[in-house]
């Protein structure tokens, strides 16, 4: 791999990365450079927020679930044709899962990427220099090569940061942001709000590509990337194994959290990917020998997917023929019994898994997982072993049947049984990401 590359980083969640990524994107496109990004942990809506600041596909590269194989090969691909490389790292700098691995300093460690610091300044006098400085200091093979003052009261307060910083450390300073409550984009339960839903949010990234390009010293931030110090020359990147060799692929606003590393994996090993919207009352491929219904927000959507009479004959045809249903999270929920809405409603869903559901007392299960299948499947032998993450906020009101496998959370704590299998019908809560290295 030859672009050069910048991993965004802050000291904690919240500080605006998102915002400066899209900005950054934005305004260096249009100074006609071919930027690319990629994301940091196990992520489906900020690579959709790049892909539109940019115009190419983000990818998200998570330390912690992912072979090393296939982080590169990741990276690799998100730089393919590009001059630059935009990461968008997650939470704070040294945050990870709870047993210490797969923060984004980890991966900046591992790859060699030299990173850029976005400080939310909003409550920060004189102490930004001594909060920016441990973080200078935090890990020898972390190189925060320069920083972004965010939120910034204006030039006077801005004044005071700067001189703070300068006499405490020499790492450059590359611009600084106002506080302005319009650069936000608008969120609901587990995260931003996506992309199509968002009229305004053209004007949004154009409006903030434009701050990026009058306030950061754009040149100087180029001349800091440089291409990761670690390369690949390996296999084609597979995460999971196909499914089936054509995998009908559920894709809408209901369904949208599909890892593209998933699916380009899948057609690199010659699997046919035929896509069908659920919301539109589509039915799955009659001929497809393998249905997979990803995460994303039925609940938000439930009354249609109550009446999709042909979606659900789809569903129950395929099932029938023994093609492998496979759903996740949002997926899981669409093939159980029922689904409970926030106000208690419940609603009838596909009814091939004994799951009833319900949002009505929300119960959130964040975490990155580990898994070892319960019985053999597409997905690998029984035993076979998976590294995810469980981001819900839905409770199993009831889930009886065969377990699709074993969980234990990110210190190696036994959760035990997760989700279901009922014949060729299996999901649960859990989004898959890769394979466990043996």
């Known amino acids: ?61 998570d330390g912690w679930a992912m072979r090393l194989p296939t982080l590169v090969g990741l990276l690799e691909r998100a730089a393919e044709g590009a001059d630059l490389l935009i990461g968008e790292g997650m939470m704070g700098l040294a945050d990870g899962a709870p047993d210490g691995r797969g923060s984004t300093g980890d991966l900046a460690a591992l790859l060699g990427l030299p990173v850029v610091l976005v400080v939310d300044c909003a409550r920060l006098g004189g102490s930004v220099a001594p909060l920016v400085d441990g973080f200078l200091r935090w890990r020898e093979e972390v190189e925060v090569v320069g920083l972004v003052l965010n939120r910034v009261a204006g030039p006077d307060h801005a004044e005071l940061l700067i001189a703070a910083c300068e006499a405490a450390f020499s790492t450059r300073i590359l611009g600084w942001l106002p506080e302005d409550p319009s650069l936000t984009l608008a969120e609901r339960h587990l995260g931003l709000v996506l992309p199509d839903e968002q009229p305004a949010l053209e004007a949004a990234l154009a409006r903030v590509g434009e701050l990026v390009a009058e306030r950061l010293d754009l040149e100087r931030l180029v001349r800091l990337a440089r291409p990761p110090s670690l390369a690949c020359l390996g296999p084609a990147v597979r995460p999971w194994p196909p499914l089936g060799q054509k995998i009908a692929i559920a894709r809408d606003a209901a369904f949208a959290f599909a890892y593209p590393a998933v699916l380009q994996g899948w057609r690199a090993a010659g699997a046919e990917l035929a896509f069908f919207s659920p919301l539109a009352d589509e039915p799955p491929a009659a001929d497809a020998d393998a249905v997979y219904l990803p995460g994303g927000y039925p609940e938000l959507h439930v009354g249609r997917l109550a009446a999709a009479a042909c979606f659900r004959a789809g569903l129950e045809a395929a099932a029938r023929r023994g093609a492998f249903v496979y759903g996740e999270c949002g997926g899981y929920m669409t093939l159980g019994r029922t689904l409970v809405d926030k106000d208690g409603v419940g609603h009838r869903m596909a009814g091939l898994l004994p799951l009833e559901a319900s949002l009505a007392e929300p119960a959130p299960r964040i975490g990155w997982r580990r898994l070892a299948l319960a019985a053999a499947s597409p997905l ?14 839905a409770r199993a009101l009831v889930e009886p049947g065969p377990p699709f496998a ?29 394979r466990e290295a043996d």
Do not use: N
């Not at 904690?12 to 950054?24: A, D, E, P």
């Not at 032998?381 to 819900?392: I, K, L, Q, S, V």
């Open 1 to 61: 791999m030859t672009a050069p590359a910048l991993l965004l980083a802050a000291p904690m969640t919240g500080s605006g990365k998102t915002i400066v990524c899209l900005g950054l994107l934005r305004a260096l496109a249009a100074r006609g450079l071919a930027v690319a990004a990629f994301k940091v942990g196990p992520d489906f809506l900020d690579p959709a927020f790049h892909e539109r600041a940019c115009g190419r596909p983000s990818l998200s590269l």
């Open 380 to 393: 690998g032998r029984e035993g076979a072993r998976y590294r995810g993450h469980e981001f819900h906020l």
């Open 406 to 434: 074993r969980a234990a959370d990110a210190r190696g704590r036994e959760l035990g049984p997760v989700g279901c299998r009922i014949g060729s019908v299996a999901g649960s809560f859990v989004h898959l990401i890769d």
